[in-house]
């Protein structure tokens, strides 16, 4: 099964596979940062914004917040969600925008569904117009050199009578751009059970090499991957906060 036909046909279980985030204390989170290095604004636009959590959030905030997303079952269900908000299926490498953003926001290391790199430069060269003057960026990632292929993370729901556990892990070959989101979920129905295994191919870079491409376009401040507090990166995880303010 395809990384698209899983996403579509089990669209309705993505905020089950999902029930382990905080979205509130994430979106918090890049609020104050917002707050702390950004403008005044309060236009906010998300990049694969899935079911739009994050939205719902940052429009109870105060903020004119809008989502974008290629998977269009997804958008019908954050506009259900979210139904004073502005959704579009497009291609986070190619968006376009109406007007200036204060803040543009990508979650859940979804930077990394850009296809390569040459993609990912577009993307963020697409956000650097999109944004108003002093407008931020923030966005989480990985950096391929820390993925441990071993790890793999798991959480169990039950909903309409069934019972769910989902699971997904990094893998990196250990050269090359390309990384992966491996997916596995299994559904029990009356003593029944499914099971679907999916990956999603994703670019992979370095931490080092994420900050070339950012550095001439945003002033670029990199903090540990805290939703809690705000600290500075100390160079040693392989997952970071970016704020990119632009220049």
Not at 217 to 226: G, K, M, S
């Amino acid at each position: 099964m395809s990384s698209n036909a899983l996403y579509t046909d089990l669209s309705s279980y993505y905020d089950l596979m999902c029930a382990d985030i905080d979205y509130q204390a994430q979106s918090h989170s890049v609020r104050r940062l917002h707050q702390l290095f950004g403008n005044d604004g309060r236009r906010h636009l998300d990049l694969a914004c899935g079911t739009g959590p994050h939205v719902r959030h940052f429009l109870d905030f105060g903020y004119l917040s809008a989502g974008l997303d290629i998977n269009q079952p997804m958008l019908d269900l954050a506009q259900q969600r979210c139904p004073e908000a502005r959704f579009s299926c497009q291609d986070m490498a190619s968006f376009q925008v109406d007007e200036p953003q204060d803040l543009i926001t990508c979650f859940l290391y979804s930077l990394h569904y850009n296809a390569g790199l040459e993609p990912l430069a577009a993307c963020l060269g697409r956000v650097h117009d999109a944004l108003a003057e002093n407008g931020v960026f923030c966005f989480n990632s990985v950096d391929k050199h820390q993925i441990d292929n071993r790890s793999f993370v798991r959480h169990s729901a039950d909903h309409l009578g069934s019972h769910f556990t989902f699971g997904s892990g990094w893998y990196y070959s250990g050269e090359g751009d390309r990384q992966a989101l491996r997916l596995s979920i299994e559904k029990t129905t009356a003593g029944v059970t499914e099971n679907w295994q999916d990956e999603h191919s994703m670019v992979a870079l370095g931490f080092a090499d994420l900050q070339t491409l950012l550095e001439p376009r945003f002033e670029v401040q990199v903090f540990e991957h805290d939703y809690e507090r705000i600290t500075p990166w100390a160079g040693k995880s392989g997952n970071a906060l970016f704020v990119c303010v632009k220049r």
